[in-house]
Nanobody, 119 residues
Framework: EVQLVESGGGLVQPGGSLRLSCTASGLNFRSWHMKWLRQAPGKALEWVSGISSQDYTYYPDSLKRRFTISKDNAKSAVYLQMNSLDPEDTAVYYC?????????????RGQGTRVSVSS
């Protein structure tokens, strides 16, 4: 059974930083494309960052100066460093794993960790 477990969320003041972690089990972590998504209250799910199996990283232009994704294959873990946080970053953050095998897409997502940015 594939499991993705996020941690590191919490309450932070505007301008602060947080580092989210996601630990994966039940999959060959090195082969999967990992990403972070978020869903703010009343809004649609939004892609935040991605890192490929070859360690290429991807961000939407709006977040690439403040967010950094990384991973540790030995620990089957992916991280999201978030700096200069703004109340607009308040959301539930999800870790997801994607892979395409013989033309079939597979994806798994964790339960999420809540981030609240407020003074």
């Amino acid at each position: 059974e594939v499991q993705l477990v996020e941690s590191g969320g919490g309450l932070v003041q505007p301008g602060g930083s947080l580092r989210l972690s996601c630990t994966a089990s039940g999959l060959n972590f090195r082969s999967w494309h990992m990403k972070w998504l978020r869903q703010a209250p009343g809004k649609a799910l939004e892609w935040v960052s991605g890192i490929s199996s070859q360690d290429y990283t991807y961000y939407p232009d709006s977040l690439k100066r403040r967010f950094t994704i990384s991973k540790d294959n030995a620990k089957s873990a992916v991280y999201l460093q978030m700096n200069s946080l703004d109340p607009e970053d308040t959301a539930v953050y999800y870790c997801a794993a994607d892979i395409t095998v013989r033309g079939v897409d597979y994806t798994h997502r964790g339960q999420g960790t809540r981030v609240s940015v407020s003074s």
